[in-house]
């Protein structure tokens, strides 16, 4: 029987697992090729233009809801993605992600002299005015979430990344 197999299928067993240099470097060359493409493809990727997307607007609150110097916590724009409303002491209305940059721990704000967002965990902080950092690890500013005023009721409506 084995002899039989080796007349119908006549195959040098000794020359089949032999790879020669051409074979080596040309499958080397389009692996190689493959990855620089795959990498240059993922930078060209984190250059295209993410800064703010629109979402389903959500009612936040009323605008009777909040003195100047108060904040209210909410949720935007999934279930589970804390957020933060706050009246700054002049009036303007803004609003923020609650996950710190640095490893997402809630943050709260300060009102009074300081007049900040913070970060209990590590000691971060982050402006009212543009959600930047103003002390600690947290790498990037905070995500603004964008606030439509219609009428009496103020909406989220989408979210800006700051670069």
């Known amino acids: 029987m084995d002899e039989k197999l080796r007349d119908d299928f006549p195959v040098n067993w000794e020359d089949d697992h032999f790879v020669t240099r051409r074979e080596f470097f040309k499958f080397m060359t389009l692996a190689s090729g493959g990855l620089a493409l795959g990498t ?6 984190t250059k295209l233009p993410k800064n703010e997307r629109a979402f389903e607007p959500a009612r936040i609150a009323s605008i009777a809801d909040l003195s100047p110097g108060e904040a209210v916590p909410f949720n935007y724009p999934r ?10 002491k002049d009036g303007e209305y803004v609003a923020y ?5 640095h490893l997402s721990c809630p943050v709260v704000y300060e009102a009074g002299t300081k007049e900040r967002l913070f970060c209990p965990c590590h000691n971060g902080a982050f402006s009212v005015e543009d959600g930047g950092v103003l002390q600690g690890p947290p790498p990037h500013a ?7 005023i219609r009428g009496e009721e103020i909406y989220a409506v989408g979210v800006r990344h700051e670069s």
């Open 142 to 148: 905070l995500p603004r979430i964008v606030l439509d």
């Open 97 to 101: 992600s609650r996950r710190c940059t």
């Open 40 to 45: 240059a493809a993922m930078a060209a990727y």
């Open 79 to 88: 279930p589970r993605d804390l957020c933060l409303l706050v009246r700054r």
